[in-house]
């Protein structure tokens, strides 16, 4: 029961990949259409990743009252029919009142998951979750880029992705009794004192700031990645729009493989060893990528950098209750989340205007900086909380 428990949990982070890299494969032909300019993909995504913030922020309080399973599937309902009403979308502004509700349908679900799968499963298991997180956002592109050799249509790959999505939505509403039958619980206790911490409480335990900053630089790394590699490749290396709707999804499928071998090596290998050498390998594919050499070469490095970030996000996650405690991880993964939600909303439109200014071609420098403060917070917060990642 516990391992259908986990497919379950599986198909909903599918489900919260497949939204997001979709924007940035279909916006080279989208903002077109829309009449917008090329850098208003970042305004959508800061009012995606803005209802991301919040419903991160509220997580604690909406697991405890409607519970893990019941938060994911109205959560992935709610993507489902953002995603539909992109797909009909005629101007811009519509857009960025759909962006709002697909935002709060994808904080919760992280927040909820990711704890649950923290307190519950093995650090192997984690990397798998987030492997699933990758299978959506390498599919998604692809679906879209069949849709873009179309005449451009970008909005029947949004339509595309919406049934998928309202398909993942109905098998979790069926399945929702299957929580209460699954034996995970924390000791009385750790619950009891749970239910007293609160963000506020939680974010004044020691290390916990920098803990949060990590996520920040992490997503401020890859959701910029995500949104503006397509246009990287066109801009800057002179590839078509369907074609470079394709390559960017290559980086997602250098995390997704990159998880599932790191979920393999996580059985015998220690945290500390994955993390690092994971922002090793980001730092090299990110060198490839800014290289003036042909194309492929520069495919090459956006995948390396993507199979480097791979192991990062799920370890730092998988260790939270180990730092700071089971009654306090709940709080502070929301926080976590929210503060890579806040990574996402600030930093993408940031560099979608120095790129309209000065040229994309400054992206792959961008991302070596955003891994470079990322580990400086990292090891920052296991200075101050006297946790190391080699005794997780």
């Not at 990322?374 to 005794?391: P, Q």
Request: hydrophobic share 55%; net charge positive; charged share 10%.
């Amino acid at each position: 029961m516990a391992t259908f428990l986990l497919v379950m949990i599986y198909l909903a982070f599918i489900s919260l990949g497949l939204p997001d890299s979709l924007l940035g494969a279909a916006w080279p032909v989208a903002y077109a259409q829309l009449g917008a300019p090329v850098s208003y993909a970042g305004l959508i995504s800061v009012f995606i990743t803005a209802g991301t913030v919040v419903s991160s922020l509220l997580s604690v309080r909406a697991i405890r009252r409607f519970g893990t399973g019941g938060v994911t599937a109205v959560s992935v309902l709610m993507t489902a029919v953002s995603l539909l009403g992109f797909s009909f979308a005629k101007n811009f502004v519509f857009l960025l009142l759909l962006a709002i509700p697909l935002g709060l349908g994808a904080g919760s679900i992280d927040a909820a998951l990711n704890n649950y799968v923290a307190l519950h499963y093995k650090a192997s298991h984690m990397s798998f979750l987030h492997c699933f997180w990758g299978v959506g956002a390498a599919v998604s592109p692809l679906i879209m880029a069949f849709y873009l050799q179309q005449n451009g249509n970008w909005r029947g790959g949004y339509h595309t992705v919406s049934l998928i999505q309202f398909a993942l939505a109905a098998f979790l509403f069926v399945t929702l009794p299957l929580w209460k039958k699954v034996p995970h619980a924390v000791p009385k206790e750790v619950a009891e004192e749970a239910m007293q911490i609160d963000n506020r409480i939680a974010i004044q335990k020691r290390g916990a700031l920098l803990a949060v900053l990590s996520f920040f630089f992490y997503c401020a790394g890859e959701t910029t990645t995500g949104l503006w590699a397509a246009t990287y490749f066109v801009n800057v290396r002179g590839v078509t729009p369907s074609i470079a709707a394709s390559w960017g999804s290559l980086f997602f499928f250098g995390i997704m493989g990159g998880r599932f071998i790191s979920g393999l090596l996580a059985i015998k290998m220690r945290e500390k060893t994955l993390v690092q050498a994971g922002i090793v390998i980001a730092v090299i594919g990110a060198l490839v990528f800014a290289l003036p050499l042909p194309g492929a070469f520069s495919l090459a490095g956006l995948m390396l950098y993507g199979l480097g970030c791979a192991p990062v996000f799920p370890n730092l996650i998988h260790i939270t209750p180990k730092r700071f405690g089971a009654a306090y991880s709940q709080a502070i993964i929301g926080l976590q989340m929210a503060a890579a939600y806040v990574g996402s909303t600030l930093m993408p439109p940031l560099v979608g205007w120095a790129g309209q200014k000065f040229g994309f071609g400054l992206l792959p420098f961008y991302l070596i900086a955003c891994l470079l403060a990322m580990y400086a917070t990292i090891v920052g917060c296991d200075h101050k909380t006297g946790f190391e990642l080699k005794n997780a």
